[in-house]
């Protein structure tokens, strides 16, 4: 078996889906997700004008050489452009693999460890009362775990995961749309005096059973996370994320003396070496890694298992920004990782999303089921995708209130 084509597709409905298609001699072919949110094009000419040309003519079964080809064929390593290129590839050849077995992915990754994985919800609200009404939202759906962000008294509405709109806006998501970054005010002090009330009225109301998820998106200093994180212990969240910047991994161990409240790090991070060490050294409990950006399935499951020799679980990052396709190949891991934690997903199911990626995949009860399709269970209308063009947008920038630039 031969590879004798593959090609590149940029759009989707409302997102720039970057969607690989591998062909082979056989008639099978392959499906890759390189989507990176707001640099798409990148991730896409570099496809195009320096991968494709070389999977021509290789047999798609040997996806390690294929792999250790691209990352130590490369001179410059890593980076999320390459990595999400070379996780494309691998999660289409990955997808011929399957359906040259005729068998579901996770059955070539040893089998299911569960049925249905766990998924989070976004819930969010320009104040409290937005913020409890999106909850119970997502709960009356039969969601059993939601991250939730609130806006903060005296903070501009617009700052990351929170809505400006009203509380009939439950399933509000941050638009990137724009040709320059819009600029967002964060107050340190605020937040932290801010939040803990917020959790307290999110344990009256919900109860104990709910699990509350919460990303401070690296906005803390070290010791700011560690002294808010000790704060919000009696409220037993699931995971605090992103507290502090990971640059500077060391600063993880002044958390950890602090307080027990379990920390998830790792959707912006691409490869095993941007966490290793927080994995060995068990700062960390929820390893967040994408299989886009970090190079595909034969990378992450690398990951997955050295988290696993180390007490952390899977907690995967599942943005609107991943297509189905790479939402596929996560949910596959996700029944079959013995560490399996959580995994973070934005309902991607609209009519048009479906039609572009039809799949029998299905969400229950707040329990993600893949199906027993062939491969990673998702198909691409080739027809469809030209119906859509790309359109560029940014991440917001973050400015605190004198002016200096912050973490996004």
């Known amino acids: 078996m031969k590879i004798t084509d593959a090609k590149v597709f940029i759009g989707g409905p409302k997102k720039n889906y970057v969607t690989l298609k591998i062909m082979t001699d056989q ?4 499906l890759g997700d390189a989507t990176l949110n707001n640099r798409e094009t990148l991730t896409a000419a570099y496809l195009k004008d320096y991968l494709v040309q070389c999977l021509i003519g290789k047999d798609p079964r040997q996806s390690e050489d294929i792999w250790q080809y691209f990352y130590r064929g490369a001179y410059f390593r890593r980076g999320p452009i390459a990595m999400a290129a070379f996780g494309a590839i691998d999660m289409a050849l990955w997808d011929i693999k399957a359906k040259i077995a005729g068998l579901p992915l996770y059955q070539l990754f040893g089998g299911k460890s569960r049925e249905g994985a766990l998924v989070y919800a976004h819930a969010t609200g320009a104040d409290l009362a937005h913020l409890l009404d999106s909850i119970a939202n997502y709960v009356e759906q039969g969601y059993k775990a939601v991250r939730v962000q609130c806006g903060i008294p005296g903070m501009p509405q617009e700052s990351y995961g929170v809505s400006s709109k009203g509380a009939t806006d439950k399933d509000f998501i941050t638009s990137f749309t724009g040709s320059v970054p819009k600029e967002e005010i964060w107050d340190t002090d605020k937040y932290v005096r801010y939040m803990p009330t917020v959790f307290e009225r999110i344990r009256e109301r919900f109860g104990d059973d709910l699990k509350i998820l919460h990303d401070v998106h690296h906005r803390l200093l070290p010791r700011e996370a560690a002294a808010f994180a000790k704060t919000i212990e009696p409220f037993n969240l699931f995971w605090l994320e992103d507290p502090t910047p990971a640059e500077d ?55 997955v298992d050295l988290a696993g020799l180390h007490h952390v679980r899977t907690g995967f990052h599942g943005a609107p920004s991943h297509s189905p396709i790479s939402m596929a190949a996560q949910h596959h891991l996700n029944v079959w990782a013995p560490n399996f934690g959580i995994q973070e997903y934005l309902v991607l199911g609209t009519p048009e999303c479906d039609a572009l990626f039809p799949s029998e995949h299905k969400l229950e009860d707040g329990l993600f089921y893949v199906s027993d399709a062939p ?7 080739e027809a469809l995708a030209g119906q859509y063009e790309y359109e560029q947008g940014f991440h917001p920038v973050t400015r605190l209130a004198d002016g200096t630039v912050w973490n996004y």
């Open 375 to 381: 491969g990673l269970g998702v198909d691409f209308d």
């Open 249 to 303: 991994q060391a600063s993880l161990r002044l958390l950890r003396q602090h307080s027990t409240i379990p920390i998830a790090i790792g959707e912006v991070f691409n490869s095993i070496y941007d966490c290793h060490q927080l994995i060995q050294q068990e700062l960390i409990d929820f390893i967040r890694v994408a299989v886009t950006y970090a190079g595909g399935i034969t990378h992450v499951k690398r990951i």
């Open 27 to 30: 008639g099978i072919y392959g």
